[in-house]
């Protein structure tokens, strides 16, 4: 087999695990794995991926597919480095030492303080060790848990519908809609795709809001939010978000930081936040926002009712640059997908 051939077959298995993993649970505290184990020409063996805390984990569960011994001097390809430690399951570095696995190339370092440390442990077993394959495209779909990993604290999401002069509400604060349908849905399905939904006591006594994901039709999508409310003040016994199908969290709001950390320790691992213009300028602020959604609908409102308001820049020196990930049309209007610039 030529070197340009093994590396397509590389490739090509770490896009397969890649698909592999996106059929794990997006929220909890255990991230989405995919493996893929080859032999020497480069025939897939058996494929696994992590159906969630508890469960196997890719590697062991793609080993089981196989009988004692089939997967001696395979190679495997997996998205995460190998875990290192003891939780609900044995570590996967050992079960591919005993298994007898000759390689294993991964895409992305395990940055779990507990977890870490797979690589190395098999290098000393004897084990070819590659990691980094594929690594942008393996970030990218491990961000919110990589976040977490990494900072301790969940994978947050900033999200505000506005017109283009950038009112988010009218001058009587109503602000229902100010964006199409096609916004609305796609608005659901990322709020299905978080572990939390968050607003301030403001919104909930201004719109009421369910906080629920819901379909097109109005329906409740299978997997659901968790409803977090910032804010001192008293909430009518009577509010939607009661009815929930997840139990709501209350906070004071005086320390981003502190519930954030919260969250984090109650295994949720991405935030998805809706709340008006006082908790997303406080956000911002504070330099606790990965990305940023915003709905743009063309239209003009004018008035008071910005989509943010202060967020410290004091000068033009000081403004926090983004880059945009991606621009799309939805129906009539349009979604701006940008990060905070890293340099």
């Not at 051939?5 to 996106?22: D, F, G, K, N, Q």
């Not at 301790?152 to 509400?169: E, I, M, N």
Request: proline share 5%; hydrophobic share 45%; aromatic share 4%.
């Amino acid at each position: 087999m030529t070197n340009n051939a093994a590396v397509h077959i590389l490739h090509s298995a770490m896009r397969r695990a890649l698909e592999l993993a996106a059929q794990g649970p997006s929220t909890g505290v255990n991230p989405r794995v995919g493996c893929v184990i080859v032999n020497a020409e480069g025939d897939t063996l058996a494929e696994g991926w992590h159906r969630g805390a508890g469960s196997k984990h890719a590697e062991v569960d793609a080993l089981s597919q196989l009988a004692p011994g089939a997967a001696r001097g395979s190679t495997v390809v997996v998205t995460l480095e190998p875990c290192n430690h003891v939780g609900r399951t044995g570590p996967c570095a050992e079960a591919l030492i005993e298994a007898g696995v000759a390689r294993v190339v991964y895409s992305v370092t395990d940055s779990g303080e507990r977890s870490c440390g797979g690589a190395d442990r098999l290098c000393a077993a004897g084990v070819d060790v590659q990691g980094s394959l594929l690594v942008a495209e393996g970030e990218e779909f491990l961000g919110d848990w990589l976040v977490a990993a990494r900072l301790g604290r969940p994978f947050v999401t900033l999200k505000w519908a506005s017109s283009l002069d950038g009112r988010a509400a009218a001058a009587d604060g109503s602000s229902r809609w100010i964006t199409g349908g096609a916004a609305r849905v796609d608005v659901h399905q990322r709020r299905g795709a978080a572990a939390a939904i968050l607003v301030g006591t403001g919104t909930v006594l201004a719109d009421d809001p369910a906080l629920t994901a819901r379909d097109a039709d109005g329906a409740l999508l299978k997997q659901q939010p968790v409803p977090v409310v910032l804010g001192r003040r008293p909430l009518p016994a009577s509010t939607a978000l009661i009815n929930h199908p997840q139990s709501p969290l209350f906070f004071d709001g005086r320390d981003l930081p502190g519930v954030l950390a919260d969250l984090h320790g109650r295994g949720l691992r991405s935030v998805f936040i809706e709340g008006g213009p006082t908790v997303a300028s406080a956000f911002v602020a504070a330099g606790l926002v990965d990305e940023y959604l915003i709905y743009l609908a063309p239209t003009l409102i004018g008035g008071p009712r910005l989509a943010l308001t202060d967020i410290g820049v004091a000068a033009i020196g000081e403004q926090r640059r983004l880059a945009i990930l991606s621009l799309d049309r939805l129906g009539d209007d349009v979604l701006i997908v940008a990060r905070p610039q890293t340099n």
